[in-house]
């Protein structure tokens, strides 16, 4: 096979990472990416794109801070060049802070953030309700501008893109010799994953641009998190909610609870309410899989369900799902070399 023909599904992070990891470890590759929406209008362009990551319960700890470290480094490494602001990523100082003591007083992800330390008293004395709190220096993609950076990148590389639902992965074979499944939400009915619930998350986005330093409260509900242009207020947590109308209460509620931590953002302007479906799954499915139907085989690798976390450890699975896709190759390659014999 001179040039395997990779089938990306799904726009969101998750889809054009992928899609450019495999653009990277296998060159020969001929990529598409095939999805029903693009940015702005996915998941992913309503989160607040902070590394802060997400703990997956059933996911070994280990590899995801190892998809972290390479999430974070990665993005570093852009933050710290001329394309900085292009890619709308850049590091944001900020707090954390706690009612009673923190579950983990040093969380696995404290030596890959920068400069993390548990905040002074005089730190604590701008929080009256809070009595802990942990400062540190992270990075944050903001979107649209990182996933229309990315599908830049994409399209320096010869990747196609189309507008496309796919209702069934098979209607993709014949075309395509291996699929790569970054459906996020849209997995649920693409593969049939009953594990996989919609967390739905209301946000606003405001124009408040003395807002420089991230607080975060520690219970993961309420959030302040300043980008390049605006800043994002959250949230909400609402398990098995399909409903992508904002709620007006619930909007009135974030911004009470926001200005309770910032009392200045009472002056926020032009604010705009959002809300996304969060792919949740108890741990992330970065996996090979042989589809089979009737002898005729479809291989696929999946990467969805980040949940809460995508943005945080995006980099990592995606080259996790890039190296799969190598693998796939490999046994074509073995299968086609030994059908010639
Ligand atoms: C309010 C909110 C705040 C968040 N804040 C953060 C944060 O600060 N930090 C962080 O790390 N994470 C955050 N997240 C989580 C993050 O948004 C997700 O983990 C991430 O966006 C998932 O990316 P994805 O590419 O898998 O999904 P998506 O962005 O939903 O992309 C899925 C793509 O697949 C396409 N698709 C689906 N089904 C089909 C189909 N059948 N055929 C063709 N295409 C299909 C869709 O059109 C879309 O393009 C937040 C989420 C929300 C809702
Ligand atoms: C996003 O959705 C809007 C409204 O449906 C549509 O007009 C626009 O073309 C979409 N953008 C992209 C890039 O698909
Ligand atoms: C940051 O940029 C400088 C100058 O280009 C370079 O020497 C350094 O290695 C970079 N550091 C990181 C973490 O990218």
């Known amino acids: ?158 990747t196609q893109m189309y507008t496309r639902k796919v209702a069934d992965l098979w209607e993709l074979h014949g075309e395509y010799d291996i699929i790569v499944n970054c459906a996020g939400m849209g997995a649920q009915q693409l593969v049939g994953d009953k594990q996989l619930i919609p967390v739905r998350g209301q946000v606003l986005k405001v124009h408040a641009p003395w807002v420089k330093l991230f607080i975060r409260d520690g219970d993961g509900l309420t959030y302040i998190y300043p980008g390049v242009h605006r800043v994002t207020l959250g949230g909400t947590r609402v398990k098995g909610s399909w409903s992508l109308s904002p709620d007006a209460g619930t909007a009135r509620d974030i911004f009470d609870r926001c200005c309770s931590l910032e009392p200045s953002l009472q002056g926020a302007q032009d604010i705009e309410v959002k809300v996304g479906l969060r792919p949740s799954r108890q741990c992330v499915r970065v996996q090979r899989e042989i589809l089979s139907q009737g002898g005729v085989k479809l291989p696929v690798v999946h990467n969805y369900g980040h949940g809460a976390g995508g943005f945080s450890v995006h980099r990592g699975t995606a080259t996790e799902a890039a190296h799969l896709v190598g693998e796939c190759i490999s046994a074509l390659q073995g299968s086609s070399s030994r059908a010639k014999l």
């Open 1 to 158: 096979m001179a040039s395997p023909k990779v089938a990306v599904v799904g726009a969101g992070v998750i889809g054009l990472s992928t899609a450019l990891c495999i653009t990277e470890t296998c060159p020969s590759c001929s990529v598409t990416v095939l999805s029903d929406q693009f940015s702005p209008n996915t998941t992913s362009d309503v989160a607040a794109g902070m590394l802060i990551p997400h703990t997956y319960p059933d996911t070994p700890i280990h590899r995801q801070k190892q998809w972290f470290k390479e999430t974070f480094t990665y993005l570093f490494a852009i933050s710290n060049s001329t394309e900085a602001s292009e890619a709308g990523i850049h590091l944001v100082s900020g707090w954390q802070v706690f009612k009673s003591p923190p579950k983990e007083e040093l969380p696995f992800w404290s030596d890959i953030v920068l400069g993390f330390r548990p905040m002074s008293e005089a730190e604590l004395q701008k929080f009256p309700q809070h009595r802990f709190g942990q400062a540190f220096t992270t990075l944050k993609c903001d979107c649209p501008p990182y996933l229309l950076w990315l599908e830049k990148r994409l399209k320096a590389t010869g």
